[in-house]
C-alpha cells in the first residue's frame, strides 16, 4: 500500500494543520479565561465590576488604615483613587514596598460585603515608580472629579 | 574629559559602522575586492572604539564622576566597587551600551573566524552586522546618550536600585545579551545568503556553531536570571511569566527551534526556507526583547526607563529591521528550493513537529506579554494575563513536544518504520509509565499533573539511557570505543536531552510537594514544615556598606538533629531607603530550605515566611546540562576540521 509522495505530503500537512488549528484554539481559549481585568476603586464601589471572578484594582493606599489581625498575617487596608474607597484583606506577607499613602495594585475578588479580598499585592518597585494601573485610576477619577464640578446635578451619590 | 573622549569614540564607532554596513555589501554586489575588504578592519576598528566608550563609562563609575548623569543616577559614593562596575548596565543608556558592545564581540569574533567563508559572503555577513550596529548606536547618541553631562555635579549619586545590588547582577545580563545578540550572527548570516541566493547545505554549516554558543549563553542567562529571582525576592519563585522573563524566553524557544532545524537544513538539505526565517524571528524577537524591556512599555522591575521618543526610536528600528528582513524572505524564499524528500514518519518529520510545537510555544507567549499593551495603548482598558493563562498554554504544548524529543534520535532519516520504532522503545516506555504511577503513590496524592510531569521527565531520561545503551553496547564492539567512536555532538544531544529530563523532573517535584508557612514568630518560637523544626534564635541588627538590615537567626533541626542555620535578612538600604528581602537558604541536592523576614510585628515578633522546595535546584542543574550538551556539540571535530581545511587551502 504504498502511498504516492503526494498523498503523503497532503497526510503530512493535513496533519500539521489540523494541529496547529487545534493549539490556536487551546491558546485563545485560555487567554480568554485568564484575562484578567482592571477597574478604579470608584468601579468597585459602584458594583460595576464581576462577581465572582478575580480583576485588578488599583490606587493609593489610605493613610493610618494598615491594620493587622491577631495572628500577625492578615492585613486590612484601604486603597482609594481620591474619590471612592475599598477596603481590602490580604493574607500573607506584604511587598517589601508596600507603604501607605504610596501606589499599590491588588488582584482578588470582592465579596458580598464590598471587602476586596486580594489574593496578591503588588507594590511599585522604587520610590518614584508608581503602578500604572494605580496611577490610571488616579488619572480617571481626577477626571471624573472635574466633570463632576462642573456638572453637579449629574453627580448625585449612588 | 574622559566622559568627552568615550561619546566621541560612539561617534566615531557610528561612521565607521556605516562604512562597515554599505561598502561590503554594494562591493559583493559589485564584485569589488577592495570594497569587500573594508568590512574586516573595520569590524575591528568599530570593537576598539566601542570598547574604548565602554571603558570610559565604567571609569566614569568606578570614579565617582558625579557630573555624568547616567553615573549619578545609577549609582552612589557607598556603593562597593564591584556593584558600581556593574551599574554601567543597571540602567537604560549602559545597557544599550553594553548591548552594542557585545554586537561588536560577536563582530570581530565573526570577523576572525571566517576565513573558511568566500569573500562576499563574510563581507554581506560582517556588513548585515554593521547596520544593526549603526541603529544601536544611532540610538544612543540621538536620544539616550549614557555619556551625558550633569551641570551643576551632583553631589553623591542616586545610587543603584537595591534589587540590582547582588552578584546576579554581574553574570546575568551580560550572559543574557550575549545570548540575545549572538542570535544576530545567525540572522547576518541567513540575510547574507538570501542576498547572495547561496542557500545550501554550507550555509547552515557555518550557522551552526555561532546559533549554539548563542543558545548556550542564553540558556545560561536565563537560568542565571531564574536563580537570582529566587534567591533575591524573597518569595520562593523561580519563574514568574513576567514580560521581561517572557522577552527573553521568546528568543530562547524560537532559538532551540532552530538549532535543530539547522541541524536537517544542515544533514539533509531540508526546511532551508523555515529555518532562515526561523532565524530571522529568532533575532527579532531578541530585538523586541529589548524594546520590552527597555524602553520602559513594561510595568516592571527592568524598565528603567518612561521616555516615548526612545519607544518611538526601538518601533522605527524594529519595524525597518523585522519588515525588512521578513520582505527579503518573501523576496528570494522562492528561490531556495525544495530539500529532500521524507516520510510522513521519519526523524525530518519528528523534528518539524518539534519545531512547529517550539514556534506555536512562542506565539502564545508573544500574544501573552503584547496584547495587553496593545489593548491599553489603543485604549481598550487595562488587562493582565497572568500565569494560569501561562501554564495552561504551555503544559498542552510542550507535553507532545517533549514525548518528540525520547522518539526523535531513534528514528531515521528519511524514513523510519513505526513498528520497529515501538519496539526500540518498549522499555523506556514501560519504565516510565510505571514510574508516573508509582512514584506519586509512594510519595502521596496520585494526581493527572504529576503523573504526566513524572511520565514526561522518566520518558526522557529512560529513552535517552536506551540511546546510549544501544550505541555502546549493542554494536558487538567493546563500550570504550564506541564512546570515543561517537562525535561530541552526538554526546552534546543526549546530555542536554538529559537535561531536560532533570529540569521537567525538578518542576514537577517541586511544584507538586513543595510546602510553606507563613508564622508569627518570637524569639524562640518553632515553626514546622516537612518534619523540619525551625526555630528563630533572634533578630539582630548588622550594618553592611550601604544599608543596615535586621538579619534573624534560624536553626533547622529534624528529630532534635541540628541541620543548618538560615540567616533571612530584612534590609533597608540608606541612600534610596527602600527595603529588601535577602531570603537565607539551606541549598541541597534533594531540597532547599528557604526562609524570608516579613515584617517585624509588635512585641518584638517577625511575620516568618518558610518554605520547603524538593528538587528545586534540578530546574537549574537541568539547564546547565543543556548549555553543557551545546559546548560539547560546539566542539566537535567537524568544526575545527572545516576551520583546517580553510586554513589548508
Partial sequence: MALKARHKRFILIAIGLALVGLAATLILNAFRSNMVFFYTPTQVVAGEVPQGTGFRIGGLVVANSLKRDNDGLTVRFAVTDTLKTVPVTYKGILPDLFKEGKGVVAQGKVGADGIFVASDVLAKHDENYMPPEAAEALKQANAKNNSMQSNAALAAPK | MIPEIGHFALILALLVAFVQGTFPIIGAARGNAAWMGLAKPAARAQFLLIVLAFFCLAYAFAAKDYSVLYVASNSNSQLPLQFRIAAVWGGHEGSLLLWALILSLWTVAVSFFSKHLPDDMRARILAVMGLISIGFLLFMLTVSNPFERLIPAAMDGRDLNPLLQDPGMIFHPPMLYMGYVGFSVAFAISIAALLGGQLDAAWARWSRPWTILAWVFLTTGIMAGSNWAYYELGWGGWWFWDAVENASFMPWLVGTALIHSLAVTEKRGSFKAWTVLLAICAFSLSLLGTFLVRSGVLTSVHAFATDPRRGLFILIFLVVVIGGSLALFAWRAPKIGRGGKFDVVSRESFLLANNVLLAVAAISVLLGTLYPLFLDALGGGKISVGPPYFDSVFVPLMAPAVFLMGVGPFARWKQAPLPELALRLRWALGVSVATAIVLPLILGQWTPMKGLGLFLAF???????????????????????????????????????????????????????????????????????????????????????????????????????????????????????????????????????????????????????????????????????????????????????????????
Wanted: aromatic letters at 10%; one cysteine or more.
Fill in chain 2, 459 to 649: 520518558w526522557v531520561i529512560a529513552t535517552t539511557a536506551n540511546l546510549l545503551y544501544q550505541r555502546l553496547f549493542v554494536t558487538g564492539k567493546s563500550w570504550q570505543t564506541q564512546v570515543k567512536a561517537a562525535s561530541r555532538s552526538w554526546w552534546g544531544m543526549v546530555i542536554a536531552h538529559l537535561g531536560i529530563g532533570i529540569f521537567v523532573l525538578g518542576v514537577t517535584i517541586v511544584k507538586s510537594y513543595e510546602s510553606e508557612i507563613a508564622v508569627r514568630m518570637h524569639p524562640g518560637d518553632v515553626a514546622h514544615l516537612a518534619g523540619y523544626d525551625f526555630t528563630l534564635n533572634g533578630v539582630k541588627e548588622v550594618k553592611g556598606a550601604n544599608y543596615s538590615a535586621a538579619r534573624g537567626e534560624i536553626s533547622v533541626s529534624r528529630n532534635g538533629v541540628q541541620k543548618t542555620v538560615l540567616f533571612p535578612e530584612k534590609r533597608l538600604y540608606t541612600v534610596t531607603n527602600m527595603p529588601m528581602t535577602e531570603a537565607g537558604i539551606s541549598p541541597g541536592i534533594l531540597h532547599d530550605l528557604y526562609a524570608s523576614l516579613g515584617e517585624p510585628l509588635d512585641d518584638g515578633a517577625w511575620s516568618v515566611r518558610i518554605y520547603y522546595k524538593p528538587l528545586v535546584e534540578w530546574i537549574w542543574i537541568g539547564c546547565l546540562m543543556m548549555a553543557f550538551g551545546g559546548l560539547l556539540a560546539l566542539s566537535d571535530r567537524r568544526y575545527r576540521l572545516q576551520k583546517r581545511r580553510a586554513e589548508a587551502n
